[in-house]
Every structure is written in C-alpha cells, then in structure tokens.
C-alpha cells in the first residue's frame, strides 16, 4: 500500500481529548475516528491490526476445538427476564423498541441466546462437550466511556462458550481455554498476568482475569512475588494481621469531641487504627447497610456487593442515615436498624473503639460477637499494596493493568434458568454446566500499545502491525529514488512482505516522524545517498544500529527479519 | 470436522414457517436458527459459508482497490438529520436512546459518518479517489421481514463507498465495482443479471441492481432479449404503442351507469382501454396527488412517488377523495384540487373517455393537454411481461428475482450536506463525487441456495460450500468401517480438503438423507461393501454416476475433482 493512497491522515498536533498514551497514538497516527462517546471507527490501519487479532483468536479458538459461530446482536427483552439480567445489567444495557412496540435489546454477551441454541441442539450426553464462539460487535451502554479503545460502547469481541455434562468437564474446557488465551496474547505480542477475578454481573463462582499490565489500566492486581497468587484487588484475598490477645473489658462510653473519622479518633485516643471499628454505610435495594471492618482496612464493595447477593450498592445519604437512627461519624451496629456485613478482621482483635450512635461519644471495649451481633461475617476488606499473601505469607505487591481477557466457570445458573438439559448414561436430566470466555479485540490493541510506544510513537507487534514495513523514499521527487524505491516496493510485494510505502513528497522530518508514530516493526530507507552507494537502511522501530543491505539483498534480508511472514 | 461433534442438527420435519426452499432447507440443515423475526443465529456450517463469501467479497474489493475499514453500528442521530433521512427512513430505522438521553440509531447503511470522516481525510484532489469498504453488521427495521436469509432486520454486508474528483471519475470507480461484483457472484456460483434500478431512500441518479434469477424472489425484472435491456420493474422504461391518429372531437358527457372501473366502462362502451384515461388518487405529504395513465397502462408508483420528489405515497381513502370534490369511480382531472402527475402515454392518444366527477357519467373525447393540464407529465406507467423495448423495438419478459446486489452513483448529495469538499487544481472547493455499492452477504447465500437446490435438499457451489466433501461410513460400529473411514478422513484433512465426516451411528438413509440435504459438493461413502473390494464411492452433489476409487488414491482423486482447494 502507498501511503499517498492509504485512507487515515496522521495529525501534526496532540489530540486534546486523550489523556492515555494509546488513545492519542492511535488518534495521531490515524487509526481511529471517533463517532460518539465510546463509539470509533476503525481507518483502515487499525481495521487491518484489529484483522489480524482475530485471526489469532479464530486459530486458538479453532485449535482448542472450539466452533465458530455467529449470534445475532438483537434479542428479544424476554430471553433477559428469564436469565433475570435486564434487571441486573440495567442501563448498562441499550434497550429498543422495534416498530411493532416489541421490547428488545443490543445485546452486551450472549449466555441467553446460546443458551436456549444448546437446548434445541443437545439431546444427549453424547452431543456434550460443545465450545462455540463468534467474534462480533457487542454494545455496552458504559457510564464513563473513557481511554480510546480501552472503554467503548460498542466493540469486537471473541465470546466463547462451554457446554458439558458436569463439573469436571467445565474444568477440561477452561483449562483449554486458559491455555488457549494464553497462546493468543504470546502470539499477539502482549505481557499478561492471569489473576483471580470476581464474576461480576456474568455471575458464576470463578473467574480469572488477563491483565496487561500498563500504569494506564483501568484495573489493579495483587501478586505475590514467593507463591504467585494473583488477583484482581476486587477479588484479592490476603492475610489479616492478628493484633495482640487482650482480656475483653467492659464496654464503656468514651467522649470524643467533634471526633468523626478513623484517623481523629485513632490520634485523639492515641490508639492504632487497628484497635478500632470502621462503620460505612450503604442502601441496597432500599435498605441500610452497616459494613463494619477493622480499622486499619478499607471495605471492598464489590466483596460487599457480593455478601449482599449481588445487591445493587450506593452510599447511604446523610437524611437516610439520620432516619435509621445512626448517628454520621459515630455510627454504632448495636441496635442498629440494617444489615450488618462485618468484616472477618473482627474477630482477630478485641477492646475495639467504636460508634456509638451519639454525637461526641464513641464506645470503648467492644467485642465482636459480644456485644453486637451481625447477619453476614465474611471476608470484605480491601486488599492494599504491600499486605501479606493469605497463601503463603508472602508480601503482596500492587500493579495497574489492562483486563484483555476474562473467562468464567458459570456453572448451571444459564442452563436452569432456560431449561438446557440432557439425560445422562442413567437417563436422568441434568443441567449442562457452562463456562464463559471473552476477549475485547479492540481493547487488546490498545493494550499492545500501551505496553511498547515510547516518546516518539506506537512500536507494534511483528504479528498484529497493520504492515510489517515501513519503506520511506527521501526526495521521491527525484527520478532516480522514486525508480529505487518503486522496485524495492515491488521485490517486498512479490516476496509477499506486508509493506506500507511512503512515496509522498514531503520532508525528511514528517516521514521519519511518521514512520516512528505508527511504529511498523521494520524502516527502510530509500533516499539519494543510500542509492550512490547501492544500498537500502533498515532498521527496526524497537531500536538498535541501522544496517545498510545491498539493495538486491533487501527484500530477502526483511523476510529474514521477520517472524511471523 | 466430524458430524457427531457439529453444533447444529439437521430436521426431520419440514419446518411449518418456511416458505420458501432456501429458507426451509437452511432451518431442516441446521444451518440457521431464528431468535426474533427477521433475526437469525448463524449456526457453524451456515457461518463457514458466509466467511467464504466475505473472503471472495474482500478479496475482490481489495483487487479493484478498494480499502476495508470498519465503521459503528451506534451513531447519533444528529448526522441522519442532516443527510434528511431520518425522515426517509422513519420506522424502517431502528432507533435508541443511550442512558443520557442522547438519541441514537442503529445505522442501517454509512453514507453519512462515512462522507463525515473523509472530509475530515480529504485535503486536495491528489486524495482523491478512495473506494473504502466494510463488511458489517446492518440493521433495518424491515416491516415485513421474510423468507428467512432474504428479507431480515440484520444481517451483514459489504457495503462499499466511493470518493472522487469528478463525474468521469465517479464513472471509473463505478464500473470498476461493476466488474467486481460480476467476478464476485461467478466466484460465488451464482448466477445473476445487472439491471437498471430505482435509487430509494439512498439517493442518487443512476443505480444498477445485480439480480440472482430465481422464483422466489421478490424482484420483479423486464428482459430485452434483442438488445439486452435489463431493469428492474419499478424503474423499467417501455416502449408505449402509438393510437391511431383521430381529430380531436368535442368533449361531451355520457351516461354510464354504475360503472366505475376501466374494465367495465370499456365494455360498456365498447371501446378498447387504451381509449380512457385511468385515475389513481393517492395522498403524499398530505396532499391529494391525482395519477392519470392511459387505461391499457397501470400506475407504477415507484416512479410515482420519483416524479413527485420522493414523497412518500399511500392510496387516498373514500372519504379524502369525496373532501377533495372528487368522485370515486369517476373522477376528473378537470378542476381537481389535487397535484395531476400524467403519464406522457396520454399524449399517444385522442378521445380518450374519462371521469365526470358525476356519479353515473363520463367525459368523452377528452384530449390531452387540451382538456385539462398537469403538474408533471413524465413516466409513471408500470411495464408489463411482453411490453415493448424502448431501445430496440423488441419485447421485454419479465422474470422473477433476487436482489443481491445495488451499486448507486451517488453524486454529491451526501458531500455536499457533509460540506465534503477539495480544492482542485485551481484551488476552487468542489464537493467530492460519490458512489454507494451493497452486497448482502446472507441474502447471498440464500439466493445461491434458492437457484440450486433439488428436492432432496441443498447443492451448494464448491467455492462456498462450508466443506467440500461429504465423507459417510455405514455401518460405523464396524470396526473395519471406522478404521478405514478415520484412515480417508486423515488422508483428506492432510492433503488439505475440508471434510465433514459422518461418523454417526444412524441408519443408511438418514445418512444419506443428511448428505443429500446438506448439499457438499462430494460425497465419499465408506462401506463393508467397498471395504471389501478397498474401494471408496465418490459421487457428485451435482448428479451423475458414482465413481468407485482405489482406497489409497481416494484423497488425490477429491482434489482433482475440486476447482478451488
């Protein structure tokens, strides 16, 4: 392809909307054009990279002995009230009437869909195990569309699912998947880190997340550097410190002037933050929630949203605090009118300081379960850099990354709600047990850019650049270079390289900058001096010395460049 | 692949919705799903097929030049305004608000963020020209979907856009995409016909539509068989007989009682019906429109609705006919408070008889534009099998028809609301000069179905069949059978040959049934029989006698009988 034709100009300036580095690369080097909030096009740079990843997913994917497929983005309402997901997914969810006033939706994944395909399809053990994917455009109403194509509204994604008689053949199946995604980001040039995740509104039991790590992301892990463990913070377990065993005293009163944070209280009564009793407050579903937890740990609302059952979450107002009869800044779970989620980290202390429901007072002593009772103790604390591995009592260490990947063990929460059954070797009907597995194809793109530019511009995989060549000609005006550069053009075409040729007339500065900007993998020169001298400059975008090849040898010395041809 | 582990059951039962064979030949297959009307899951073997002609599709376009990109489904409502076909469009237009209220479609085609984006990319004529291409998901909201893959809501196409300096041009990209599509429906197997066209709701002077022959089809087409004329009903000229020449007479008024349609009135006056002048009374805009053609002639209202500017047209109810002083059954263009859009045949007649506007009576010896004037008078009579060629005086046959392809020369309707402009080489701004071209890749392979199928079910071209080979074991709990029929299946998939291998244990004629239906263009039996005399069986969907093969020449053989391996 000559640049002179190709569609999508590179900007001079920085785009002012973009604050990570890929967003403004990929506006720059004219990949990408945006629409609507969330919503790009993809020029056809990018359309071709965007190609590429998913003829590397479509090959593990098939590898894996998975079945294409492709299901259709409008969905009748129905099919999400039955899995109960409309309500769940919200407006997260676009909605559309059609023109007979029929309810339906752009749909966000397919778990219902297909769902209710495998049931019309399986009638038998032996149709069982079934992977079936498709890489489609799915639609995401994102409240806070953000970071080019990290967070969209409307993206490509590989959606995968599994279908087997029981649990021990969802286990086969996500391990193949977890090997294959594995394939699929090493092929695609990009570092991950595959974490414990939490399932989300997907649902099921267990999830793993593939981050990318990039200090852009969207998302924060935990590792231990002895053991390995590694989790999404949302998820992360680790290990609560015990605190020194004391005898329990006696609860007492204790004033504590204007006192209303953790860290007032913790240096008016000159105590630690873990002799203390963090209270936050929250509605779900119309009803207050205390979330107690020590306090040197913060609440972790997704584990909260969890021990609620998958409750919609949001702080409690201060009217709606009054109203239960708490006191803000001093809020007490004895005789409260809630919920009250306590953290685990309760029980490893004891004479905490807390709440006690009256303005300039807390209480001294408490003792959990002693003096307070509370409906769920579970582990709902927030995971921080530094804190020890649960696992094996290693140091945890904090890192942001990009998910590009999560996959799920759903168990048989779709395939009882539409009655996707089939009779065993007893005859007996038993639900199928499903596992679901997704990639955002954009958004790996991003991801592979957000690991490798560097000030001057993107440095793409071998295997997913849009060309593998860059081929610059400097004063193409000139007869002699034009000729040059025009045969080196056609030996890389029939050597079948992937070659974008800049045969525009302009400065030395913009084509090197642009070269640079979209980061093709391999530069040649072609200009006045390299031709006295009957050669060709290569050099590849990740950097080291240029080298001068015979101009006869270039073509064949770029294929021995490359990895993937 | 083998059968037992494809997703996708073929039918025993003729499934009652489907009326049309390719419609109830992909449901019996298991080649397609249906979850609402007018949408429709792919299913693995239907989805290999359509990749197969997306590639044929790209690989063409790429060939003319063309650039693939991707551009949203999402777009804001705004842009569809300013084009004006939010309006045209209306119902057919699927429409969504985004939970900012902020009023969305769902693009049914790309003109208008298209044009958007190369004005954004066009900065001179040396820019120019582009053919940008995508293969997309669509979405219409059709009123009246059918036919299962032939009239849907969504469904996915090759919708190309291309960008020039001027007319001639626009005239070089249009036949360049002329010649694609003919190479791509020969590639595809499919036999089509280019016929002139009506533009609709996507604008533009001059469209071809590509035409797969086949009685099913919703298209109706006129034939020239001299000189090769080929349209499209709605839009298809035709040669109107003269009348013999007569004086004009005076007008004068005769009674017919009870009479009030052509048929009677030239009975009960004995007289031919190219004598009268027949009215049609339509409202568009709100506006009474008054059609008048000679009475041998029907309105086509295609070209009706064309000559009043696009409008969109509906038929006058009794009571808006009698408001606008007119009489049904005998209505006059004489005095008629209504727009009078004449079709050019009244001027190749005289004394013609016509409405009164009394009930009970006619005007006799009406003269055109004598008696009464028009607002239009243009072509607006429907062409009818046998009818005359304009061009060359011979006769035209209708045929009935799939539409699977429109290419349009847009001109600069769309860059001109877009302000899609270049400076030329004067450095005067000029709106860039489009063209629009649309295949629907679904529609595709149902007409190809539809043109080849027997009563035994599907025969699929070779070049996108989802395999090319049907290898069938009877007898498979044999273990000779299956050794030496997993012994072919190996031999087949290393030489490179798409197989689906029917490894089930299901009776003889549901095995070949099976075959039969699916439609692969081989099919390759392995038996006791021929086990015993280590031979294979290989016949041809198309027909034929069978071939028997030496075992271990089996594989060579298939791929000397296939075109494309």
Redesign the interface.
């Given at each position: 392809?000559r640049v002179?034709?190709?569609?999508?100009?590179t900007l001079r300036d920085e785009p002012a909307e973009a604050e990570i580095a890929s967003h403004r690369l990929m506006l720059r080097a004219?990949l990408i054009?945006q629409?609507?909030s969330g919503?790009?096009?993809?020029?056809?740079l990018?359309?071709?990279s965007?190609?590429k990843i998913e003829q590397i997913i479509r090959e593990e994917m098939d590898a894996a002995?998975a079945?294409?497929?492709?299901?259709?983005?409008?969905?009748?309402l129905e099919i999400w009230e039955t899995s109960g997901r409309s309500e769940v997914l919200g407006?997260d969810m676009?909605?559309?009437q059609?023109?007979r006033e029929?309810p339906?939706v752009?749909a966000p994944t397919h778990e219902e869909?297909l769902t209710s395909?495998?049931k019309?399809?399986v009638?038998s053990y032996?149709d069982l195990p079934?992977i079936?994917y498709?890489i489609?455009?799915k639609?995401r109403?994102e409240?806070r569309p953000r970071g080019g194509l990290i967070r969209v509204?409307?993206f490509d994604m590989k959606d995968a699912y599994s279908f087997d008689a029981d649990d021990e053949g969802l286990d086969q199946s996500y391990q193949a998947m977890m090997r294959a995604y594995g394939r699929i980001y090493e092929r695609c040039g990009l570092s991950t880190i595959m974490v414990e995740a939490d399932s989300g509104a997907i649902g099921g039991k267990h999830s793993h997340e593939f981050i990318a790590p990039a200090s852009a992301g969207e998302d924060t892990i935990v590792l231990c550097d002895s053991c390995g463990y590694a989790a999404n913070v949302e998820r992360a377990a680790f290990a609560k410190t015990a605190t020194p065993p004391e005898e329990p005293l006696p609860l007492e009163e204790v004033a504590t002037p204007g006192v209303k944070t953790i860290e007032r209280l913790a240096s008016y009564l000159d105590i630690p933050a873990w002799k203390t009793i963090k209270a936050v407050l929250y509605v779900a579903d119309g009803k207050m929630v205390f979330a107690a937890v020590r306090g040197d740990l913060e609440v972790n609302e997704v584990k909260l949203k969890n021990a609620l059952g998958g409750a919609q979450l949001r702080f409690a107002a201060p009217q709606e605090v009054a109203a239960a009869g708490l006191t803000v800044g001093s809020a007490s779970p004895i005789g409260a009118d809630a919920a009250i989620i306590a953290d685990d980290s309760l029980r490893l202390g004891s004479n905490f300081v807390m709440g006690s429901n009256k303005d300039g007072f807390h209480l001294r002593n408490a003792n959990f379960p002693r003096d307070f009772d509370a409906d769920v103790v579970t582990d709902i604390a927030l995971v921080q850099d530094g804190y020890g591995c649960r696992v094996c009592g290693g140091v945890l260490s904090a890192r942001r990354g990009i998910e590009v990947g999560h996959i799920f063990k759903l168990g048989t929460r779709y395939s009882e709600a539409f009655d996707c059954t089939f009779p065993d070797h007893a005859d007996a009907l038993r639900p199928v047990v499903m596992g679901c597995y997704g990639i955002g194809v954009g958004r790996l793109l991003a991801a592979a850019v957000e690991q490798t530019n560097d000030e001057a511009g993107m440095v793409l995989p071998e295997s997913i650049a849009p060309y593998k060549v860059w081929l610059t000609a400097l004063n193409v005006e000139r007869e002699d270079v034009a000729g040059a550069a025009d045969a080196l053009y056609g030996d890389l075409v029939d050597a079948g390289v992937e070659v974008l040729y800049d045969d525009r007339e302009e400065s030395v500065g913009v084509k090197f900058n642009d070269a640079d900007l979209l980061g093709l993998p391999i530069r040649l020169v072609v200009s006045p001096r390299n031709i006295k001298r009957d050669v060709v400059e290569a050099r590849r975008r990740t950097g080291g010395e240029a080298t001068l090849v015979p101009s006869g040898e270039a073509a064949e010395y770029v294929r021995s460049l490359l990895s993937v041809r």
């Open positions: 392809m002179s034709n190709l569609f999508g100009k004219g054009s629409v609507a919503v790009y096009s993809y020029l056809p990018a359309w071709r965007l190609r002995g079945q294409e497929l492709r299901l259709p983005v409008l969905q009748p407006r676009f909605r559309v059609d023109r029929r339906m752009m869909v395909h495998v019309a399809n009638n032996r079934l079936l498709q489609q455009t639609f109403d409240p509204r409307e």
